[in-house]
């Protein structure tokens, strides 16, 4: 009830609406100013149970309101709760509205009020409503008030969103039963939980809620829940639904009913009805007769295969134990959720399996056990395929989780019943190996002198390798790949050599083994030890494969463990693992190193030699306590490296030694203090990584002892100049030359003149001088200092001469363009130039002082003023002092000269010359000028002469040495090399002819040799010999098959060798293969070696592939060395760098139809049948019955018929070629044809005659062609072969199919079969038709002709009425040309005793073997019955097995059997009438 009242003024009666909805103004009633009429917002607002604050107090009458004030005076709030009771009231109903009356406090009314009596009391005047008194309610009210606020949402909205939630609930159950019915399992307990939980969160929310009109009770909620409970569990959970099972009786009752009905309509009843099947079915209710038969199919065992594919699977152990506990727990709780990280699949075709027993072998102990999995419902499954007509037969694939390596194999399956599966013969067991795992670590054996360090960081850093390194052999290399898994492995690394990318396969590298497990046989048996041994192959091996690297680079290497595969294709990609950055081209970070990087930092060695301050100085160095000179010195050094530095060096003064270092912090102007004298020697230098070399060269330090001189003086007479002229002064020196000795000159003769200090300056240790001045006089000389090299500042001496002088001639020393001759060689002659003054003739007196021996010389008769002294040849070297004595003039005059001389050094011999070569010679790239080098002991410049040994120009090579860099006292440069080859010093000279240093006069040139790279020859082969031989081949390969070998590669320079090759494609097709001009197909590819490598050719695409060998670079030679091109072997250093592979292409084959008459019928397949051909048919003429003894003669007429199969091949492959061709019979499992020694290019295909002499469709498809170099055509997968079933479709082949005319004939289990075609009334007549599945049947019953489509292979009619029944026609629908007629099925309709045999219905069941099934026969008539039932042959009709029952005095009976065939009854009779069925056989 909506709870309105016609009369009443209860609710919204007294709202009478005066506009439309946006007029909210209230309109004055005439008479009566304060009567007003609710506006439309009003009204809505009352009936959706909210009012607004504003708008006040309405009257619920229809009357003038009351004008007293006590009655208007009433606040906003107390208005809005009363009226908000007054709806709320009025949805209880209008027995209720007084109580609203009286709470809302509206004045009386004397109006009547149509409906209840108890409605129209009058109320008392109501109080004053005020905040003080609120507005009580009852129970009823606050039940049905909506849990959800009005001010939320209201009334009519809340129930709109309910209702629109449960149709929306509703529509997505029902989906989800759809969706379930269209899926195989046609149950799911998740579905069921999950709609169980989401039906009884709806049914309490909206009990809970409380929504006015869709309010629930608590009982009601309980039986809605149990209500979708058993709902839920019709749909989603039982496969059999109890709903189905009660109504379906129902409904088939009702529809044979109504059917019926319709049938009885004249005329168009019976074309309307037709011979419906729901009619025969229920025809037990009417008349009928001997009808049904029940077929039992045995099925066979079902199969099981493991690893169908055979694939190889391995497990990551270390993977993972390395997981926590807790997500090992998770994952084997939830394994239905998520596949395990390695399942092997087992292909399971027949019934669900129950247990699955699998045995499983240990590669560690051999020992074999056996694992049942009981619950296979927790197993990964995937279904394949289903197949409707094997009752529950599915093809599935169940997921086998492992989580040890070792060999399974399928034991056994079994379904619920306990059947066992029957396993694939011969099927190999499946290996799960050990997942390939390997990292990188440091060879632990290292060179002391290498300095490894590995950082905190886990990064190792190494000094540079030198050459002589190498010669050591020490590239046994730093780093090492532990690898580990199941060999031979392959591992991919990446290199980094100061941003060069380059990449090493170790795969052609030999490992070192790490410790195998040894199994001992003290407590093991043969058989033990037998079962380790055949299982050893696929354990997990460790070995260790170690990098080998030079490192004579300095700089930063990088090694990144890029990926690893065991011999089983296991492939692991580390390059998600570890830093990344370095190789995406960025610089190497400097985070920690990873198990799969490592950085190896090559420092270089650091060095150490004396200043190039040193090699201008004049050595050996001496320490004098003059304030001048030095008493200490800081001896420079030249260091290179990293800092910080110590340098090692050794003082040897005499036997002592003292070995001392220093430590430099920073590498700006290193000095060592040399305070003590002695000879310093380097003797080596570390920095803060390595350790480094010395240059073997020393400093000298001497203590300078002081100078000292003894004087002595004589006076030099010459009486023809009128006395003494001068004084002679001798000076005996001591001490380092030069010397500086300094007296004061004074003549008495002038007091007062100040003295003249001279300086008297030497060479010698001993000194003469004269001392003669101009002017004559009385002279005093003065001796007061003494200096020389060692102490510059002088020695005080106090000495003194006098002396009395006269005038005479004098003489000096010439020049020879401009400087005067001071060398000499012994051996050789020397002219001094003199020039004289004074009055000639002129008689010169010289000494030649060598040594402590002087010798003087008088030269008379001297007419001109310049005169040449010849001196030499000179005997010994030394130094020679030529001193000019005494002048006399013509006048004979003499002067003693005094300072006149000239030091003349005369060498033994010239510059001592010699190669400073290397242990190994010089070696250089070719291409570089190489540079000899060479000391040089003596002055410059220096000119050298050598020769090249073995030069038939014999040509000498000159060149000058001159001043540039010092080793000790010899300098070191070096001489220019014209080729390679070995130098020999010929002459060296300066001013003097030098001498060849005769251990040293020799140096060898070697240019380093070129890297190179060629093909090796072994396993190769070729045609011809000698010049016309052709190019090296590979062995021929065969299209599609794995390739088996390799080109081996001959390498010779310093690893690693990066290689540029290029590889030529000439299709199969290209009719010029082999012609340069004519490429299919040029690619270029580099290959990085490691001492000895392979080089995999490419496979795939049929054709010639020709392999060239480009260019190739090593260490040294870091630019590519191009390659010549060359298919024979030219000298050691030129191989073979050409040669090719030929991949023929495999058999191809078709297969094709031609008519008997040799017309080739329009089929396109290919060998893949890429798609599904259409069919040829033929119509032939209906046989007779298909009994034993005609089937001979119905083949023959199928040959007669059947068209000609040919193979066709391509002429690619060679024959004589080899087939396996697969023929789908029209029943049965396909069998495969193994068609050998195939002569020609084409070849006939014989059939079995089983196979074609049945009518049907036929399918034929090519398998697997074979020629005679044994390469073989895969058309099929061989996994597929003998899977694949006619009804499901095969894509491509030939398809052909034979349609014989339909036939007719009367059913063995029905009365038509009766030769006198006597019938009774309730038989059905069943005639099985032959041909394709869609018929036309005409026939005639008591004069009505009628035509019906057939889809069944059995017809039916029932025998409603007496009368005559005549089969006419039967034509086939989807060829309707193609008919027979009969003119002997008209049979005569008679009552007779009626039998059901499983209800009337032909029955096909499906067993397995082993099982048993009662067959149920209904008699109907009178008692006793006799009937007789057959058991005859599925597929030929055939009579198995006969039994008859007598006096039955029951009206069942039930036939027990496990035998397959079908069941059918054949004779019956009652009391009173019988009826047989002839055997048709």
């Known amino acids: 009830m909506s709870g309105r009242q016609s009369g009443g003024p209860v609710g919204s009666q007294g709202l009478t609406p005066v506009g439309s909805p946006n007029r909210i103004a209230r309109q004055q009633v005439p008479g009566n100013t304060e009567n007003t009429r609710s506006t439309f917002a009003e009204r809505v607002y009352q009936n959706t149970g909210r009012l607004p604050n504003g708008i006040g107090q309405f009257s619920p009458f229809n009357g003038p309101r ?11 709030a107390n208005a809005t709760e009363g009226i908000r009771a007054q709806l709320s009231q009025r949805d209880l109903g209008a027995g209720s509205s007084a109580d609203v009356l009286a709470s809302a406090g509206s004045p009386r009314k004397k109006s009547g009020i149509i409906g209840n009596t108890s409605a129209a009391k009058r109320a008392p005047p109501p109080p004053a409503v005020s905040q003080q008194a609120p507005v009580k309610k009852d129970g009823a009210t606050k039940a049905h008030e909506s849990a959800i606020p009005t001010t939320v949402l209201d009334l009519p909205s809340q129930r709109m969103y309910a209702l629109a939630t449960l149709g929306f609930m509703a529509a997505w159950k029902l989906f989800n039963a759809l969706a379930l019915n269209m899926d195989a399992n046609r149950t799911s307990f998740y579905l069921f939980f999950k709609w169980c939980v989401l039906d009884t969160i709806i049914w309490y929310c909206g009990w809970r809620l409380h929504i006015p009109r869709l309010t629930l009770s608590t009982n009601v909620m309980y039986a809605l829940v149990a209500l979708s409970v058993f709902v839920n569990l019709n749909l989603f959970f039982l496969s059999e639904s109890v709903i189905t099972i009660a109504v ?15 049938k009885g309509i004249p005329l168009l009843g019976p074309r309307l009805v037709g011979d419906s099947d729901l009619l025969i079915d229920s025809f037990e209710l009417d008349e009928e007769h001997i009808l049904g038969r029940h077929t039992i199919h045995v099925l066979p065992h079902s199969l099981t295969h493991m690893n169908p594919e055979s694939k190889s699977f391995c497990i990551d152990d270390a993977q993972m134990y390395a997981e926590p506990w807790y997500q090992r727990l998770a994952l084997g709780l939830f394994s239905h959720n998520h596949r395990p990280q390695t399942a092997i699949p087992i292909l399971v075709n027949g019934t669900h399996p129950e247990t699955i027993s699998y045995a499983y072998t240990s590669f560690e102990t051999g020992q074999r056990h056996l694992r049942t999995i009981k619950n296979t419902g927790a197993l990964q499954m995937e279904t394949n395929a289903v197949y409707p007509a094997l009752g529950n037969w599915v093809m599935a694939t169940y997921y086998l989780p492992v989580t040890e390596v070792g060999a399974y194999e399928i034991y056994s399956v079994k379904d619920r019943k306990g059947l066992e599966f029957r396993t694939a013969s011969q099927a190999p067991p499946t290996i799960v190996v050990a997942c390939p795992q390997a990292h990188l670590q440091w060879n632990g054996v290292v060179p002391e002198r290498d300095n490894f360090v590995v950082g905190g960081n886990g990064h190792a850093s190494i000094c540079q390798r030198t050459d002589q390194d190498q010669a050591d052999d020490l590239s046994s290399g730093l780093i090492q790949v532990v690898a580990r898994g199941y060999e031979p492995m392959e591992i991919s690394v990446v290199r980094l050599v100061n941003g060069d990318r380059e990449v090493i396969s170790l795969d052609g590298s030999q490992p070192q083994p790490l410790e195998r497990i040894q199994h001992s046989g003290s407590d093991m048996d043969a058989a033990q030890l037998a079962a380790i041994e055949k299982w050893s192959q696929y354990r997990a091996h460790s070995s260790v494969y170690t990098l080998s690297d030079t490192f004579l680079r300095p700089g930063e290497y990088v090694y990144k463990l890029e990926s690893i595969r065991d011999a089983a ?11 990344k950055g370095m190789f995406d081209g960025d610089k190497a970070g400097s985070g920690k190193a990873t198990p799969y990087m490592a950085r190896v930092q090559v420092h270089r060695r650091p060095s150490v030699g004396w200043g190039d301050a040193l090699h201008i100085a004049e050595l050996p160095l001496r320490l004098s306590e003059d304030p001048a000179r030095k008493s200490e010195y800081a001896l420079p050094l030249r260091l290179s490296g990293t800092g910080p530095w110590i340098v090692r060096y050794e003082i040897v003064n005499g036997e002592q030694k003292i070995r001392m270092s220093k430590k430099f912090v920073d590498g700006a102007k290193p000095t060592i203090e040399a305070q003590q ?34 004087i002595t003086s004589a006076p030099i007479t010459a009486h023809e100049c009128g006395g003494e002229i001068g004084a002679l002064v001798d000076l005996e020196l001591m001490g380092r030359p030069p010397f500086a000795i300094y007296y004061r000159e004074r003549n008495l003769r002038f007091p007062n003149s100040r003295p003249i200090t001279r300086k008297v300056r030497s060479q010698q240790r001993r000194h003469s001088f004269k001392v003669m001045p101009e002017l004559a006089g009385t002279y005093e000389l003065e001796f007061f200092q003494l200096d020389d090299d060692n102490y510059p500042s002088g020695q005080p001496i106090s000495q003194t001469i006098t002396q009395e002088i006269h005038a005479q001639p004098s003489a000096k020393i010439d020049t020879v363009n401009g400087h005067i001759p001071t060398r000499a060689c012994m051996g050789e002659e020397l002219e001094l130039p003199v020039r004289l003054k004074g009055q000639g003739p002129w008689q010169l007196t010289y000494n030649v002082v060598y040594e402590n021996r002087r010798t003087a010389k008088t030269v008379t008769g001297i007419e001109d003023e310049s005169y040449t002294i010849a001196l030499g040849a000179f005997k010994q070297p030394g130094d020679y002092t030529v001193e000019l004595a005494q002048v006399k003039d013509g006048n004979q005059c003499a002067r003693d000269l005094i300072d006149v001389s000239t030091v003349i050094n005369v060498r033994e011999g010239g ?36 020769h090249k040994i073995g030069d038939a120009s014999k040509h000498v090579y000159t060149a000058t040495i001159k001043r540039n860099t010092y080793q000790g006292s010899s300098q070191v440069s070096s001489v220019m090399a014209f080729g390679p080859g070995e130098y020999e010093l010929v002459s060296a000279s300066d001013i003097c002819a030098g001498t060849i240093d005769q251990q040293s006069s020799r140096c060898s040139v070697i240019v380093e040799p070129k890297p190179s790279v060629w093909f090796v020859t072994d396993g190769l082969r070729r045609e011809g010999e000698g010049a016309d031989a052709g190019i090296w081949k590979l062995h021929e390969s065969c299209e599609g098959m794995a390739l088996q070998n390799t080109f081996e590669l001959g390498l010779q320079g310093s690893g690693p060798w990066k290689i540029e090759y290029q590889v030529e494609f000439w299709a199969a097709n290209n009719a010029r293969s082999g012609v340069p001009g004519f490429v299919d197909r040029t690619t270029t590819h580099t290959l990085v070696a490691m001492q000895t490598s392979t080089l995999k050719p490419e496979c795939c695409d049929p054709g010639l592939y020709r392999y060239t060998l480009l260019s190739v670079s090593d260490e040294r030679y870091q630019k590519p060395q191009q390659l010549l091109r060359t298919a024979q072997a030219i000298s050691s250093q030129v191989g073979v760098t050409v040669v090719e592979h030929m991949i023929t292409k495999s058999p191809f084959a078709e297969l094709r139809a031609y008519s008997p008459e040799g017309t080739a019928l329009e089929m396109q397949s290919r060998g893949a049948f890429r798609r599904q051909p259409p069919s040829i048919k033929y119509c032939l003429a209906p046989g007779q019955s298909r009994s034993d003894n005609e089937a001979q003669s119905w083949a023959k007429k199928l040959h007669e018929h059947l068209p000609v199969f040919r193979i066709e091949f391509a002429e690619s492959g060679q024959p004589p070629f080899q087939a396996w061709v697969e023929v789908f019979p029209a029943s049965g499992p396909s069998e495969v044809v193994h068609v050998s020694d195939i002569a020609g290019y084409s070849q006939p295909i014989i059939l079995p005659d089983h196979v074609a002499s049945q009518i049907g469709l036929y399918h034929m498809r090519l398998v697997k062609t074979k020629d005679a170099r044994g390469c073989e055509h895969q058309f099929v997968d061989p996994n597929e072969v003998g899977l694949g079933r006619p009804d499901k479709g095969i894509a491509g082949g030939i398809e052909i199919e034979y349609i014989e005319a339909p036939n007719a004939r009367p059913a063995s289990s029905s009365p038509a079969s009766d030769p006198t075609r006597n019938v009774c009334v309730g038989d059905v007549l069943a005639f099985d038709l032959r041909g394709l599945n869609s018929w036309n049947v005409e026939y005639e019953y008591n004069k009505l002709h009628r035509s019906i489509a057939v889809n069944k292979r059995l017809f039916r009619r029932i025998a409603d009425t007496p009368g005559n029944f005549t089969l006419q026609k039967v034509c086939h629908r989807s060829a309707n040309d193609c ?4 003119d002997d099925l008209s049979y005569t309709v008679h009552d007779i005793p009626r039998v059901r045999v499983s209800g009337g219905r032909d029955v096909y069941q499906d067993i397995l073997e082993g099982d048993m099934v009662d067959i149920r026969l209904e008699l109907k008539g009178t008692p006793p019955f006799t009937f007789t039932w057959q058991r005859r042959s599925i597929e030929s009709s055939k009579v198995l097995d006969s039994h008859t029952v007598k006096d039955l005095m029951e009206f069942e009976y039930t036939i027990s059997t496990a035998s397959e065939g079908t069941f059918e009854v054949t004779f019956i009779q009652d009391q009173y009438v019988f009826h047989r069925v002839n055997d048709l056989g």
């Open 66 to 76: 009351t004008t007293q004030p006590t009655e208007r005076v009433t606040t906003s």
């Open 1379 to 1382: 008919c027979s007629e009969f």
């Open 677 to 710: 004298p002695g000879t310093y020697h380097l003797v080596d230098v570390s920095d803060s990584h390595c350790g480094g070399q010395a240059e073997k060269t020393n400093v000298t330090l001497e203590l300078a002892p002081k100078p000292h001189v003894n």
């Open 248 to 262: 379906k009786p129902m409904a088939i009752s009702i529809a044979s009913s109504w059917l019926r009905t319709i």
């Open 911 to 946: 510059p001592r010359v010699g190669f400073q070569c290397p242990d190994n010679g010089v070696r250089v790239l070719d291409g570089e000028q190489a540079q000899i080098p060479i000391y040089v002991q003596g002055e410059f410049p220096v000119e050298v002469r050598y």
């Open 569 to 579: 294709n296991h492939s692991v990609v580390m390059s998600n693992t570890g830093p």
